[in-house]
C-alpha cells in the first residue's frame, strides 16, 4: 500500500495526497503533519512500533469537500486520490489513481467561493529577449477569462495585482519581482516547461475554443498572450483531468474601451478595501453594492474595476439605471424575485464539469421559474413607459426584454423529474418523482411500500384459501414465510411448500412470496443504479443548454447591477451626472459617498468644485483632518460613479470623460521591499508624470513630505509646473499640500488656482468648516491639530512659543530666500532674452528690468512680493 502511495505521490509533489482508503481519506508522512496542523485534527501513526513510523491522519470522505476547502483557503492544493475498482472484486490492492487536483484558482463549488467575487487563476509571462509579455486570467467556476499583451514587464505586474488572482501560473524559475512580493496570489511554478511552449500552447488554445487561427481570437500578433493562454489551458487539463467544455470565448482586454484604473489608485480610493486591508464597511464598493445575485454583484465588481471611457455605453447604462430609479414599484418587485435566483453562471459550470449534485439542480429549477415572472414585469413596464414620448427607454434594456428566453423547457424537465428536497449524492436513491419513470416508479413501490405489497399478499391467501389465521414472517435462514397453526394445517393449499415444523405451527414458502422476496431485495439496488443512469441522462440534456444559461445569466446581472445602482441612487438622493466629450468638471454640492455612508448625510457638508481652461490645476491648502484628502477622493470618485453609468452623490454634475485617474494619496512605508514612505511616494508619482494625457485626472496629496522641507518643497514645485506644462495645456490636477510657499504660483503658472478648506478660530480653538473656498490657506494650524489630538498641554505651549520665534526669523530664513531664486531663476532669463529680441536698441544691460534689479533688496523681499514683481516684470515684457 505505502508503495503505491508514494508513487502516486511522486507525480504531485507540490500538492496534499487525499489517499482513499475505505470511508476515509488518508494522509501520511509530511502531508499529514502539515493537514493535522492546518485543519487541526488529531495526527497519529501507521505501524508505532516498527522502526519507520508512518505519521498519519485522515478525514470521512462523506465530509472531505469541508477539509478542502479549508486547505484551499490556506492556500494548499490537494490531490485527491480515489479507488478506480470495486474493492470486492480486486485481486490484491486495490487499484488507486489521482482523479482531480484542487487548488486556489480551479475550485468550482460554493463552499470554496464568494458568491459575489470572481475567482481568478492567471499565466503571467515574460519575454525578456522580445521586451514582451502576456498576462491571462480565468475565472474557471464561470468559464469567462481574458487578458492582456503589453511591451512593459511592469505594466503586466500592475494588471495581475488589480485583477487579484488566487493563483498565479509562472515559468519555471521565474520569482515575483521585489515591488510585488506582497502578491496575495498562490504562486505556482509552471510543472513542465511545454507550459509556455508557443506551438503547443497555440494548439490548445485553438483546440478548446474551436477555431482555425489565432486571427479570429485577436491573438495572431501577441505571441506571449497566447502562451499565457496555453499555459491555463494545460494547467486545468492536468488537475481536472476532463475536457473543459464549458470555457467561453476568449477576447484580449481593450484597454481602449475602459478607464484605467491601476491597483494604486484602486487602493488609495478604497474602492474595494479599506487602507487597513479589510473589506466591507468604508469602502466605495460596500456603498454601491445593493446588487441581489451572485451574478450582478461580479458584474458590479467588473464595472468599478473598468468603467466605461466611450458616451456611448455610459449613455446607455444611465437610461438603464434611471428606467429603474424612477419606478420605485418596479424596482421594488424585481428584487423580491431576484432573490429567489441562484447563481446560474456557477452551477451551469458545475453540470457541464459533471459535478454538480442534486441539490445544485434544484437551485436551477428555483432559478428558471422566477425568469418569467421577470420577463413580463419587464415587458410591462417598458411597454406602459413606451407610451409617454417624453421618455426614452435604454435600447440594451428593450434589447434584452426582447431576447429573453424563460428557458421554461429546462425548468418544466427539471419539475417533473426531481423532488423537492433531494439527498445530497446521486448514489443513494430517492431523487426522481413517481411518474417520470415508469420502470423507476416500480422500483419506488417497492422499496418504499414493500411491507404494503406484503400484507396486500397475506391478505389475497387469507380470502383465496379461507385462512384467517395465517401469518406472515421473516428471518436469516428461510427469508419470508407463511406461518400457520397446527389446526389449520390441513387446509393450506398446493402450492404451499413446508420450510419448518414447530410445536404449535407450521412455516410455508409459495411461488409468490419467493418472487415478491426477490423484488424487494433487489429493488433498492435496481433503483440506485437506475435513478443513478436517470441523473446523468438529465445532466447531459441540461448542460447541452450551456449557451442558454450563460446569456440568462447575463441578462439577469446586468437587470441586478442596473436596478442596485437605482437602489442606491435613490437611497442616498444621488442625482444622473451629464457626461460630456469635453474637459471640464463641475460638481455642486458634490459628497463623498463613502464618508457620508459612515457618518451619515444630515452630518455631511458638501462642496461646490470646477475644472476648466481656466483652473486646470486647483492648489488646496489648509490644516490636517479639514478635509483635503476627502475633497480630491470625491472628485475621483465623482469620475469613475459617472463612467460606470452610476448617479452620483451631488445637486448636479456634469463631468469631462476621463481616460485614467491617478491618486497619490497618503503615506506608507513598504518594508519587506526595502522602501521608505518617500521612495514609494516618488515611484507613484514617477508613474503619473510618466502615464498621465490629457484626459486623466490627477489627485496629489502631500508631494515631497516624505524628505526634508527643502527637497520636497523642490519637489513638490517642480512637479505642478510638469503638471502644467504637460499634454499642450495641462493635465486636470487637484494639488493639496501643506507648502503655503506654492500659493504663490497663481497667477504665474496659468491655469492654477489656489483654494483651501475653511477654519475658524474661536476663543484659542479651532473649528473645521468643511468648505473648499477660493484662495489660500492663512496658516497651518498645526499646533491646534495636535492640542485637539489630546497632546500634552506643555508640548502645545512649548511649540507655540518655538513657532512664534521661528516666525519672527522668517524674513531671513533660507526657506524663503530658496523660493525667491528658485522663480528669479527660473523666469527671469526668458525674460532678459525677451527684452534684447524685442529691443533691439536697448542694451541687456540697459534695460529697465535690469536697472530696477540692480537697486532691489533681494532679502528684503517677501516671496509673495517677489513673485508679484516678477509677474508685473513678465506682463511689462508681453506688452512690449
Not at 395 to 400: A, G, M, R
Not at 544 to 549: H, L, P
Not at 694 to 720: C, H, M, P
Amino acid at each position: 500500500m505505502f508503495e503505491q502511495y508514494l508513487q502516486i505521490k511522486e507525480d504531485h509533489p507540490d500538492s496534499l495526497l487525499f489517499y482513499r482508503m475505505g470511508d476515509f481519506y488518508e494522509l501520511f508522512f509530511e502531508d499529514a503533519e502539515i493537514a493535522a496542523r492546518a485543519l487541526q485534527i488529531s495526527l497519529t501513526c501507521r505501524n508505532p512500533n516498527s522502526d519507520l513510523k508512518a505519521p498519519m491522519c485522515g478525514v470521512p470522505h462523506h465530509a472531505a469537500q469541508t477539509y478542502i476547502s479549508r486547505l484551499l483557503e490556506q492556500g494548499y492544493k490537494v490531490a485527491l486520490c480515489d479507488q478506480i475498482e470495486d474493492p470486492k472484486q480486486a485481486k490484491g490492492l486495490v487499484k488507486r489513481a489521482v482523479t482531480r487536483v484542487f487548488s486556489p484558482g480551479t475550485v468550482v463549488e460554493d463552499s470554496t467561493l464568494n458568491a459575489k467575487t470572481n475567482n481568478y487563476l492567471a499565466a503571467l509571462i515574460w519575454d525578456e529577449s522580445k521586451s514582451a509579455g502576456g498576462l491571462a486570467w480565468m475565472d474557471f467556476s464561470t468559464g469567462q477569462w481574458s487578458g492582456i499583451h503589453s511591451k512593459n514587464e511592469h505594466d503586466l505586474w500592475q494588471w495581475a495585482l488589480k485583477v487579484g488572482p488566487r493563483e498565479l501560473i509562472l515559468q519555471q524559475g521565474k520569482p515575483v519581482p521585489n515591488q510585488y512580493a506582497d502578491i496575495e496570489a498562490r504562486i505556482t511554478p509552471a510543472p513542465s516547461a511545454g507550459y509556455f511552449n508557443l506551438k503547443t500552447a497555440s494548439d490548445n488554445l485553438l483546440e478548446s475554443q474551436n477555431v482555425a487561427d489565432l486571427e479570429s481570437l485577436d491573438l495572431e500578433d501577441k505571441p506571449q498572450l497566447t502562451q499565457a493562454c496555453g499555459a491555463l489551458i494545460a494547467y486545468l487539463r492536468q488537475t481536472q483531468m476532463q475536457e473543459l467544455k464549458h470555457l467561453g470565448e476568449f477576447r484580449p482586454l481593450s484597454l481602449t474601451k475602459y478607464m484605467i484604473l491601476d491597483e494604486v489608485t484602486e487602493r488609495n480610493l478604497e474602492l474595494f478595501r479599506r487602507l487597513d486591508g479589510k473589506k466591507g464597511k468604508g469602502t466605495l464598493l460596500a456603498v454601491l453594492d445593493k446588487t441581489i445575485t451572485p451574478m450582478g454583484g461580479r458584474l458590479l465588481s467588473t464595472r468599478l474595476k473598468q468603467p466605461w471611457r466611450d458616451l456611448s455605453p455610459i449613455d446607455q447604462n444611465q437610461k438603464a439605471v434611471t428606467f429603474f430609479y424612477e419606478n420605485d414599484s418596479l424596482r421594488g418587485t424585481i428584487r423580491e424575485l431576484l432573490d429567489t435566483v441562484y447563481d446560474l453562471e456557477r452551477l451551469s459550470t458545475r453540470v457541464v464539469l459533471g459535478r454538480a449534485n442534486p441539490k445544485d439542480f434544484i437551485s436551477l429549477r428555483y432559478s428558471l421559474k422566477t425568469l418569467p415572472p421577470i420577463h413580463e414585469l419587464l415587458k410591462n413596464a417598458i411597454s406602459s413607459t413606451t407610451q409617454d414620448e417624453s421618455v426614452i427607454v435604454a435600447p440594451v434594456l428593450k434589447s434584452i426584454a426582447k431576447k429573453w428566453d424563460s428557458m421554461t423547457d429546462v425548468a418544466d424537465l427539471l419539475e417533473k423529474a426531481m423532488v423537492d428536497s433531494p439527498p445530497p449524492v446521486i448514489t443513494e436513491g430517492g431523487l426522481f418523482k413517481l411518474g417520470y419513470n415508469a420502470e423507476l416508479d416500480e422500483f419506488i413501490e417497492l422499496t418504499e411500500h414493500g411491507e404494503a405489497k406484503l400484507a396486500e399478499l397475506l391478505q389475497h391467501e387469507k380470502e383465496s384459501c379461507n385462512l384467517p389465521k395465517l401469518k406472515i414472517g421473516y428471518n436469516k435462514v428461510f427469508g419470508y414465510y407463511f406461518e400457520i397453526s397446527n389446526a389449520f394445517k390441513g387446509q393450506v393449499p398446493d402450492y404451499f411448500e413446508r420450510r419448518q415444523t414447530l410445536v404449535n405451527c407450521e412455516r410455508y414458502i409459495s411461488p409468490q412470496l419467493k418472487e415478491l422476496e426477490e423484488k424487494l431485495i433487489s429493488a433498492s439496488d435496481q433503483r440506485k443504479k437506475l435513478e443513478y443512469n436517470l441523473f446523468q441522462i438529465i445532466r447531459e440534456e441540461i448542460a447541452g443548454n450551456r449557451s442558454r444559461f450563460m446569456f440568462m445569466a447575463d441578462a439577469v446581472a446586468a437587470l441586478d447591477f442596473w436596478q442596485g445602482l437605482a437602489e442606491v441612487a435613490r437611497v442616498n438622493r444621488w442625482v444622473c451626472p451629464e457626461v460630456h466629450a469635453g474637459m471640464e468638471v463641475v460638481i455642486e454640492e458634490g459628497r463623498h459617498p463613502v464618508v457620508e455612508d459612515v457618518q451619515g448625510s444630515a452630518n455631511y457638508i458638501p462642496n461646490n468644485l470646477t475644472i476648466d481652461e481656466k483652473r486646470r490645476i486647483l492648489l488646496i491648502t489648509g490644516p490636517n483632518m479639514a478635509g483635503k484628502s476627502t475633497v480630491l477622493r470625491q472628485v475621483a470618485l465623482m469620475g469613475i460613479l459617472a463612467q460606470m453609468g452610476s448617479y452620483i452623490p451631488a445637486s448636479s454634475g456634469r463631468i469631462g470623460l476621463m481616460d485614467r485617474v491617478f491618486s497619490r494619496v497618503g503615506a506608507s512605508d513598504n518594508l519587506a521591499q526595502g522602501q521608505s514612505t518617500f521612495m514609494v511616494e516618488m515611484m507613484e508619482t514617477a508613474r503619473i508624470l510618466r502615464q498621465a494625457s490629457k484626459r486623466s485626472l490627477v489627485i496629489l496629496d502631500e508631494i515631497g513630505r516624505g524628505t526634508s522641507t527643502f527637497d520636497g518643497l523642490a519637489l513638490a514645485w517642480a512637479v505642478v509646473e510638469e503638471l502644467s506644462r504637460r499634454a499642450r495645456g495641462g493635465i486636470r490636477t487637484l494639488f493639496a499640500t501643506h507648502y503655503h510657499e506654492l500659493t504663490s504660483l497663481e497667477g504665474v503658472i496659468d491655469g492654477l488656482r489656489n483654494f483651501n478648506i475653511a477654519v475658524r478660530e474661536w476663543k484659542g480653538d479651532i473649528l473645521f468648516l468643511r468648505r473648499l473656498v477660493p484662495g489660500p490657506a492663512d496658516k497651518s494650524y498645526g499646533i491646534e491639530v495636535a492640542k485637539l489630538a489630546g497632546v500634552p498641554k506643555v508640548v502645545v505651549v512649548r511649540a507655540r512659543e518655538i513657532l512664534a520665534n521661528l516666525e519672527e526669523k522668517s524674513q531671513d530664513s533660507n526657506l524663503h530666500t530658496m523660493a525667491r531664486a528658485a522663480t528669479v531663476q527660473s523666469i527671469l532669463p526668458g525674460m532678459i532674452s525677451s527684452g534684447t529680441k524685442e529691443n533691439n536698441d536697448t542694451p541687456p544691460e540697459d534695460h529697465e528690468i535690469v536697472k530696477e534689479l540692480r537697486d532691489l533688496d533681494v532679502n528684503g523681499l517677501s516671496p509673495i512680493e517677489a513673485i508679484t514683481l516678477l509677474n508685473q516684470w513678465k506682463k511689462s515684457l508681453g506688452d512690449n
